[in-house]
């Protein structure tokens, strides 16, 4: 069975500061991988998505992902966080781009300015 | 993102009453999914469908119904079976989302 491990339930930035936002998963092959956004009582913005090709994704909003393969992991990174981005995030996977999605219980993350 | 319209936005729905969640898109995709989402809580698969006329239960389809008669529509209703139906409920085409819709009970 897949699943998704979001090991921060919270995290707290200053504006500025560089982000990273863990995600581990279980899959038994290659996984299509996405990071997500939610601002309160909203819908999902896809943040970016992984299929296969160069590890290292590029989205929108400044965000980028690296997919390691040996460590289970795809991690979301943004070198200065505004304080906009202030948010839940969260990470999924699924066996194709048309795919029921798995997701990890999500990062809030606060940003202090 | 995309083009995915679900509503309305806030709903109510009272003790022993059937209530029905829109969903809409212009994506031309087959795939269509429901996701419940709990306060502080991830999200959870009801139903989904891969094509028209065809759709599978997920983990939490009990107290849910759903059809699949047009390509572009795929609405979910919330019935009297469901005992606690208060959350947030999104349709997603993926990958994309809707705007999602509450439901409370009143």
């Known amino acids: 069975a897949q699943s998704v491990t979001q090991p921060d339930i919270h995290i707290t930035v200053s504006e500025g500061a560089s982000l990273e936002l863990r995600c581990n998963y279980s899959y038994g092959a290659t996984p299509y991988l996405f990071w997500y956004v939610q601002s309160p009582g909203q819908g999902l913005q896809l943040l970016l998505k992984y299929f296969s090709g160069d590890t290292l994704v590029q989205g929108i909003k400044g965000f980028e992902a690296e997919f390691k393969r040996s460590q289970s992991s795809f991690n979301l990174r943004k070198p200065s966080v505004h304080w906009s981005d202030a948010a839940e995030y969260f990470c999924?996977?699924?066996?194709?781009?048309?795919?029921?999605?798995?997701f990890g219980t999500g990062t809030r993350l606060q940003v202090t300015l | 993102d995309g083009g995915i319209t679900q509503s309305p936005k806030y709903l109510f729905r009272k003790e022993g009453q059937n209530v029905t969640l829109s969903c809409e898109q212009n994506?031309?995709?087959?795939?269509m999914y429901w996701y419940r989402q709990d306060p502080g809580q991830g999200l959870r698969l009801i139903y989904y469908s891969q094509i028209v006329n065809d759709f599978q239960k997920g983990d939490i389809a009990e107290g849910y119904s759903v059809s699949r008669e047009k390509k572009e529509s795929f609405p979910l209703t919330v019935t009297s079976a469901q005992k606690n139906p208060t959350a947030f409920y999104l349709c997603?085409?993926?990958?994309?989302f809707g705007e999602g819709s509450w439901l409370t009970v009143v």
């Open positions: 999924a996977v699924g066996a194709g781009t048309a795919s029921k999605l798995t």
């Open positions: 997603a085409s993926p990958p994309y």
């Open positions: 994506l031309n995709h087959d795939a």
